[in-house]
């Protein structure tokens, strides 16, 4: 881009941001409803062990989130064609996108304003969008793609796979992306919200979330193809009885591991569930009242580690009681909200610990309760959490 340096212009943050930002402070809300819609509509692949299926983005999608933020599409394609680079060949291209573009710059407001979890759900967004996941699954996988050959695939994920690949570290496609994100946005907070950012500073940030992408991608897709052309997975496949015992294979740990994060996920990338609240409350806790605790709970990222540890405690403990227990079935909400005043099962205390830490932290309402109404507050908000857990569990 040397020959176009004394070209370089300022469109993106001094034109086009200014109307974001305008309408991200109205709309915000709506934004971060578009994009738990669309996560909960492809919770599958997103929330898959590895990259078997590609995730579609269609033009509807990138409807409803001009729609969402209040803008029009073809005003924002207008403004990005002033940019010096959307003339001339550019890497990579996806950066003359008006869609790509408005969350670039949504992202720099939630930075600006220092709104971190907003930022991290619209560059996770980012990532699964069409001209980054989509376009890269694409052309990582030609032929014999994952979803014909998932043994392939599992082949991989569970004889391939070691600690140095954040899929198996964190579990699950988004969590590896999640965690992709959350380095990028480390990285690159500085030229994201700085004011003299020009547009070859915003272009080589989005090339640095889709190079992260890529290559985290063309790292599974090499390991797939090498058992695909060895044959290596058929192997497997006959070391196992049937291929249904092969998809049995994870124990129990794995299971929780999994679960966990999986949950994790979902908690901290979608508002809170007023539906389930209103399955959780009791007479003595208004739905709204829960609404606001866990709201409360989620907007303190220091709570997330301990929030954490209580989804891990509530999935172990059933699998201790029932191994290979189905964390989908009644039968887990009905043992995990069960009452039990007398453990001295320290795993159990400590969650105990946690839920009223929880609760004294995020309510006035039950620090003011006398204790049989403190123990409403406590079954409420446990019982929240293992329905969401049992709504993840597949």
Known sequence: MANYKDKVSTILVKKLYPIVSTALAKNSNKLMDHISKFFNKNYRQIHDISTYDNIYYNQSDIDDLFRSIGLVESDIANIIKQCYFYSVPVNPQCVKEPYVELLMMSIRYYVKMGKRREAEITSIYLAFSGKFYASIFA????????????????????????????????????????????????????????????DEDIKMVIQQIRDRLKSFMHNIMELYYEAYNSKSYMNYETDNDTPEEFHLADNDAAKASRLTENTMNYMTTNKVSLEICNRAHDKYVPATELCNIIEG?????????????????????????????????????????????????????????????????????????SEPRKASYHKSLLTYFVLVINKIAT
């Open 139 to 198: 052309n990582c996988y030609p032929t014999a793609p994952p979803s014909k050959y998932r043994s392939v695939m599992d082949y991989v994920v569970n004889n391939m796979l070691t600690d140095k690949y954040d899929l198996k570290k964190y579990g699950t496609v988004f969590g590896a992306i999640k965690s992709m994100v959350i380095t990028w946005l480390d990285a690159y907070e500085k030229q994201i919200k700085s004011d003299s950012s020009d």
């Open 297 to 369: 709970i989620l907007g303190d990222s220091n709570n997330l580690a301990s929030l954490k540890r209580v989804i891990n405690i509530i999935i172990c403990d059933y699998l201790r009681k029932y191994p290979g227990g189905n964390v989908k079935s009644i039968e887990f909400v009905s043992y995990s909200i069960k009452a039990k005043p007398n453990t001295k099962d320290k795993y159990l205390i400590e969650l105990k610990d946690i839920i009223i830490s929880f609760l004294d932290q995020n309510s006035i309402a039950y620090r003011r309760k």
